[in-house]
């Protein structure tokens, strides 16, 4: 007769690794809130173009949100992992260089991985803003005599900004999800030493429940955050433009 398998959970175990997974937050919030600051300069950017339309990069603009959001996270990655020194290198042996890809930071490539997918995703949230506001606000502003910049600024951002933030919330909560990949890359973020842990005792369940409390913690204090900056923004929106 076949032996009942039992799984036992090893609190000790999981609260020393809570301990060593609490030291690698740092980075993880590195990581996550750097890729979501450059995705919303580069999302602002890539938005404006699409909305205007402009020649030559109009084209490259919807190629680039559509490939971006049309393929996994792990490829962005490995592709900025693998192709970027390459790339870097190249150009640096052809114009003598003193920095090759061995000086950069490891973290620096994953920045830039999730960037690039932040930014796809936030042209969209941020591009559906701008639609979302009425077109007579435009108007209106110039009827108080506004210039366009003034009116942009002060009227049509502040609304399309407002009106982004959940799906920016939920950005900022799948960028720091897609933090956990860093591991592939030998990069100890969260899941890392998660991983790393639980490979030294041949045991993940302790650990992975850590990491995973670690990263709905993190995940709730977004979303309390970003249910603050809507009610501040309804708060501002229904009086007026200051």
Known sequence: MQEAIYITFDFIFFWETLNKII?????????????M??????????????????AVLHPLAEFYVSFTRGTPVVLHLYIVYLALPMIWDTVANHYNWAIYSKDVPLHLLVVAALSLTAGAYMSE?????????????LEAAYSVGMTTFQAVYRVIFPQALGASIPGICN???????????????SLLEVNGVAMMAGSQRWSFLEPLSAAALIYWGIAVLIERAAALLEKRWKTYSGGGVA
């Open 37 to 54: 600051a450059i995705g919303l300069i580069i999302g602002l950017t890539v938005a404006i173009i699409r909305l205007k339309k402009t």
């Open 125 to 137: 949230i941020i591009r559906s803003g701008f639609l979302a506001v009425p077109e007579g606000q």
């Open 23 to 35: 030291g690698a937050v740092p980075l993880t919030l590195y990581i996550a809130c750097s890729s």
């Open 171 to 185: 950005l900022a909560i799948g960028i720091l999800h897609g933090s956990s990949l860093a591991y592939l890359v």
